[in-house]
């Protein structure tokens, strides 16, 4: 039996989350299918990034519950910044239904907690390849 073959890419990709376990999964994971990765412990350092280098962020992998701002408001400034950022929720302590609003704004899907890393690259590629298609 092979496993399947993870997809891979090129791109910079933003992680948010206030977790040293997560991050060093995820940009483990990240590193080895190619990505760049970009680091913020909390949601604060997420918008100065993201305003500092906005348009070399492909997608934002953003955790809900962190201290000093949180996912929710993380995402409406980032959103500010950027209106077409690609922003993928994350979280093991919120529901896809508490982040439905987020979703109906523009969020492009939400990871539950912990990662299986098969589909967080599955849905990373998707929604990069998504953004590439002319409107």
Do not use: C
């Not at 997560?22 to 990505?35: N, P, S, V």
């Not at 849905?123 to 990069?128: D, F, M, S, Y």
């Amino acid at each position: 039996m092979t496993a399947k073959a993870l997809p891979t890419g090129s791109e910079t990709i933003l992680i948010v989350d206030d977790q040293e376990t997560i991050w060093d999964f995820l940009i483990d994971a990240l590193q080895e299918l190619g990505y760049s990765v970009l680091l913020a412990e909390n949601g604060l350092d997420a918008v100065q990034i993201y305003e500092d280098n906005p348009s070399e962020i492909d997608l934002v992998l953003l955790d809900m519950v962190m201290p000093k701002q949180g996912g929710h408001q993380t995402f409406y400034k980032i959103k500010e910044i950027d209106p077409y950022a690609n922003i993928l929720l994350s979280s093991g302590y919120v529901s896809e239904e508490e982040v439905k609003d987020l979703l109906d704004k523009g969020a492009r899907g939400f990871l539950a907690k912990p990662h299986r890393l098969s589909e967080m690259a599955q849905a990373i590629r998707n929604i990069l390849d998504d953004a590439k298609q002319p409107a």
